[in-house]
Each structure stands twice: as C-alpha cells, then as structure tokens.
C-alpha cells in the first residue's frame, strides 16, 4: 500500500517521538543489566533479556519503517536523508522534529555507551572465570588460523 508523502511525514515524525520513549527504556534497561550483571544475578538477567530482546525488536522495526518511509520520499534512508527531511518542514515543526531528532540521536550514543560498558564488564568476569579455572582465555582475542 502506497501512503500520500504527507502520512509519511507524519508516521516518520510520530515514529521518532515513540523511538526517543523506547530508548529512554532501553538506556535503562542497560543501566539495570549492568547491575544485574555486577551482582551475577542470573534470574534477573534472564527477565531483563526478555524484555530487552522485545523491546529491541520494536526498535529494529521502526528503523525499517522510517528507512522504508525516507527511500519512498526520494531520501536516502540515514542521517542525511532526515536532517534533508527536516530542513524542507515548515519553521515551528522543523525545530520541533530536529530537536526530537538530536534527543534520539543523544539516547542512541549513551545506550551505545552504557552498552559497552556492560560489554567490557562482562568481558572482565569472563577473564577472571577463565583465570580462576586456571585456563586461556581467547574471549575478545582475535584468532590466527594458519595458511
């Protein structure tokens, strides 16, 4: 089903306000898995993985439709494409979708943050799990296979 340019607007600006609420969630689920992960709490990383992967799963599907939405306005669906977008909307909402835009572009990068964080958390216990068991660990080592 082909949506008129002007639903496609307004889908892809709803759709980045509902992304800005799901990844204040998803910063605070990772804040949460750090702690989980710190204390080796295992049902509550287990629950926490459910509603991660859920959530994720809602995330990932709203990239598709606002990639979707871009390509049939003629945009590339990135960055580019919606800073392009946001600069052609008239002048109150302009502001208003940029500034949405920059907010889920700021949540983005401290999940990407906290994300790592709990990567290299989790890395370390792996490293000591491995010591403890008096093994080498290859975890986070690049392998070199032979010729």
């Given at each position: ?33 750090y702690r989980l992960l710190a204390s080796h709490d ?106």
């Open positions: 089903m082909s949506l008129p340019p002007k639903q496609r607007i307004q889908q892809l600006i709803i759709g980045i306000r509902q992304d800005c609420g799901r990844y204040a969630d998803l910063l605070q689920l990772l804040l949460n898995q295992v049902a509550g990383l287990t629950e926490h993985n459910r509603q991660q992967t859920r959530l994720m799963g809602e995330i990932q599907h709203q990239v598709r439709l606002r990639c979707e939405h871009l390509q049939a306005l003629g945009l590339k669906p990135d960055g580019r494409g919606m800073a392009i977008l946001i600069g052609k909307l008239p002048s109150p909402l302009r502001q208003q979708v940029d500034e949405q835009w920059q907010r889920l572009e700021q949540l983005l990068l401290q999940c990407r943050r906290q994300n790592e964080q709990n990567g290299r958390l989790l890395a370390g216990q792996i490293e000591t799990i491995h010591t403890l068991l008096g093994q080498e660990s290859s975890y986070g080592r690049q392998e070199h296979f032979p010729d």
